[in-house]
């Protein structure tokens, strides 16, 4: 029922927006700011679901809840630099927007290295016990 009201919002806001926007485009601009907006407050009440099943999940798995901050954290990244990413965008400015994607990437691959280095550790532990 939560993707029903999500999607009523999101085609309301799409329409009201482009009617605006053909009568004067700032107030399309803002009306399709303010809905996504509105949008990522609805996306909030979902996030302690969403935490407490990541949290389920690491207890099955004997996970660190290092690895599990640093999965939230990947993925709070993606997602921020993908909205951003679209604002720009929506706003005309394609070439600011491949610029936020592309820091966002940089900054993804810098929140990787530390768990690639440790899957690294562990083949190689692994590979000298096996040995030549």
């Known amino acids: 029922m939560e993707l029903m009201r999500v999607l009523g919002v999101g085609i309301v806001g799409t329409l009201l927006a482009v009617t605006l926007a053909r009568h004067n485009g700032g107030y399309g601009l803002l009306t399709g700011l303010a809905t996504g907006a509105l949008l990522l407050i609805m996306l909030l009440g979902q996030t302690e679901e969403l935490g407490v099943s990541l949290r389920e999940l690491t ?71 096996i040995g030549p």
Not at 96 to 118: D, F, H, S, T, Y
């Open 59 to 129: 207890g099955f798995g004997q996970l660190s809840s290092e690895y599990l901050s640093r999965v939230i954290r990947i993925l709070g990244l993606a997602c921020l630099t993908e909205a951003g990413s679209r604002i720009c965008r929506d706003g005309g400015q394609g070439n600011i927007a491949l610029k936020v994607e592309l820091c966002g990437r940089v900054m993804i691959l810098c929140a990787m290295l530390p768990a690639v280095r440790e899957v690294l550790r562990s083949a190689e532990t692994v590979l000298a016990e």
